[in-house]
């Protein structure tokens, strides 16, 4: 699915213009404006493009306080007109999934029979022998943050403002919300239109001091 919808601001300027807004006007953000974030924002790459994100979307004002109770009471969450309980869930790693993850694959023709065979060896391999992450959990939220990265930055594109949170308690949000035990909360976006206090740009550091030659630490 597609539309006609173009973001007003092209790459290099959402990146340099995203802040992490700390108040937001009441304003609603357009229906079309949302779903288009929400399907760009989840073109994210993913490992065997196993997806493992998913996201409350909270928009109730009376859910929006329930959240912002859980998250240290930190007012843009209160305020925001939307805001993503953006979770990782680590039953990406049941046979059932991986089938329907092949399925896609198959519907698309990007997986033949051959890659559908090599998927439901390799897989479960991944999940058995961890050979890049400690934990199913550090897999997901890896994964799930790429995603909310992509959803700040399509965001911007459209004009939408957004403060990815870790300010909050997990146990809080996963029992109001109903978050099943497998399922780990990896952030909270809250999304819509910025006011004042606008934040100001707190620098990066020079690429020479975290990019490196071949060798980590070499400049
Ligand atoms: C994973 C993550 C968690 C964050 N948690 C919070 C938070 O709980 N509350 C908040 O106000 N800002 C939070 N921030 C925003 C950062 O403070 C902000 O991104 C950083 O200061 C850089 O500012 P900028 O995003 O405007 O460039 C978080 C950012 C990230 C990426």
């Known amino acids: 699915m597609t539309n006609d919808l173009q973001p007003t601001l092209n790459v290099q300027a959402a990146i340099e213009q995203r802040r992490a807004a700390r ?35 909270v928009r109730e004002s009376a859910n929006r306080e329930k959240l912002k109770a859980c998250a240290f009471n930190q007012r843009q969450v209160g305020e925001a007109p939307v805001v993503l309980i953006c979770c990782g869930d680590r039953r990406i790693n049941q046979k059932e999934y991986i089938e ?27 999940f058995e022998n961890k050979p890049s992450f400690d934990s199913l959990e550090a897999w997901t939220n890896r994964h799930t943050m790429l995603a909310v ?26 029992e109001a919300f109903n978050i099943p035990a497998d399922v780990d909360v990896c952030c909270l976006l809250a999304m819509g239109y910025a006011a004042e206090p606008f934040k100001q740009y707190g620098g990066r550091f ?14």
């Open 23 to 57: 108040s937001f006007r009441a304003d609603a953000i357009p229906e079309a404006i949302l779903t288009e974030i929400f399907r760009l924002g989840v073109r994210s790459p993913s490992g065997y493009n196993l997806q493992p994100w998913r996201f409350v979307v």
């Open 100 to 126: 329907s993850v092949i399925q896609l694959g198959q519907a698309t023709g990007a997986a033949n029979d051959a890659y559908a065979d090599m998927m439901r060896s390799a897989i479960p391999q991944l």
């Open 206 to 219: 020079d690429i020479d001091q975290v990019f490196y030659q071949e060798t980590f630490g070499e400049s």
């Open 149 to 174: 990265a992509h959803l700040m930055i399509v965001a911007k594109s459209f004009g939408v403002d957004t403060c990815p949170m870790e300010g909050f308690a997990t146990a809080q949000v996963k």
